[in-house]
């Protein structure tokens, strides 16, 4: 009963509940992170997202945002921003916007040695770093229509957000291709120890690329 009746409390100071409700459900959810996709309307608060410890903040279309502190930053597309605990609710100012929120949970790295003799996947040609925390790095690359990366080892896990439609071929060191078609706003989590290069076959076609250390 003391439960019910603090909801019934809680739910009655305006905006409060809606906010809870409102909470997008994780794209993913596993052993290492969870991640919201969090859509913005121009001027309307998002939701409130509480944050249990490390969190990552990727600002995928950028634009001016009013934090929940009251702050307004000038974040650029592609922009990430990290943080830790409390709470946040953010405002997009100039028109809608998108956040992909990255919480960061307390598990040992899953980050692999590198005894293949191939260069990591990052940092590579094309490729700028935006961000770098203790526990992640955070990327910005496109790639470029007839020019594919080197063969390269990925060491570590990445949550990838994509921006643009079109299709990547990833060949392995025994020559094998799997063709990925990509569509602006995908997000993926791929895991650490795949060794490949990448090609843009179809399309254009870039992302905003968050390694877990």
């Known amino acids: 009963m003391r439960h019910a009746l603090l909801a019934a409390l809680f739910c009655a100071l305006p905006g409060l509940c809606a906010a809870q409700e409102a909470l997008p459900a994780p794209v993913i959810d596993n052993s290492r992170v969870t991640v919201r996709d969090i859509h913005l309307e121009k001027a309307v608060p998002g939701p409130t997202i509480p944050h249990a410890g490390d969190y990552v903040v990727l600002y995928f279309d950028g634009g001016r945002i009013r934090h929940a502190s009251g702050k307004v930053h000038a974040w650029p597309e592609g922009a990430a921003a990290a943080g830790h605990g409390g709470t946040s609710r953010d405002t997009a100012l100039d028109g809608p916007s998108r956040e992909i929120v990255v919480e960061l949970k307390d598990a040992p790295s899953h980050t692999v040695p590198n005894t293949t003799g191939l260069p990591p996947a990052f940092p590579r040609a094309g490729a700028r770093l935006v961000l770098e925390t203790p526990r992640v790095r955070v990327w910005n690359y496109n790639w470029t229509p007839g020019k594919p990366s080197v063969m390269h080892f990925h060491d570590t896990e990445v949550v990838v957000a994509y921006r643009g439609d079109g299709e990547i071929a990833a060949t392995t060191p025994d020559g094998k291709t ?20 990448e090609a843009l076959v179809a399309g254009h076609a870039g992302g905003v690329m968050l390694e877990l250390k």
Do not use: E, L
């Not at 078609?181 to 995908?186: F, L, Q, V, Y």
């Open 178 to 197: 799997t063709s990925h078609p990509r569509k602006t706003g995908d997000i993926v989590f791929n895991q650490a120890g795949r060794s490949h290069s």
